[in-house]
Nanobody, 124 residues
Framework: QVQLVESGGGLVQAGGSLRLSCAASGRTFTSLAMGWFRQAPGKEREFVAAISRSGASAYYADSVKGRFSISRDNAKNTVYLQMNSLKRDDTAVYYC?????????????????WGQGTQVTVSS
């Protein structure tokens, strides 16, 4: 089992920045690829970013490419999502997820473990 706890969400003005954190426990962190997903009201959960076990490779949804950055600190069992130039359309609950693969994946179904989510609200 893997436990994931997100933090760092909140209310921010459009154009601002936030950094989300996700602390993992219960399994060797370096055995897991990590991802961030988000779900806006009335919409399906969608892929945001993913990172490989080592942190050498990262993948992004087109909607966040160039604005968001995913990273991980394997010594701290933590994955981060730095979000810059935030837009109102980024408003959603953001979820951290873990997959038992080497590389990150955009496919929601391949993630076995999920956090409880953290709310990000971007105001105009």
């Amino acid at each position: 089992q893997v436990q994931l706890v997100e933090s760092g969400g909140g209310l921010v003005q459009a154009g601002g920045s936030l950094r989300l954190s996700c602390a993992a426990s219960g399994r060797t962190f370096t055995s897991l690829a990590m991802g961030w997903f988000r779900q806006a009201p009335g919409k399906e959960r969608e892929f945001v970013a993913a990172i490989s076990r080592s942190g050498a490779s990262a993948y992004y949804a087109d909607s966040v490419k160039g604005r968001f950055s995913i990273s991980r600190d394997n010594a701290k069992n933590t994955v981060y999502l730095q979000m810059n130039s935030l837009k109102r359309d980024d408003t959603a609950v953001y979820y951290c997820a873990a997959a038992p693969y080497n590389s990150g994946t955009a496919r929601l179904s391949e993630y076995d473990y999920w956090g409880q989510g953290t709310q990000v609200t971007v105001s105009s």
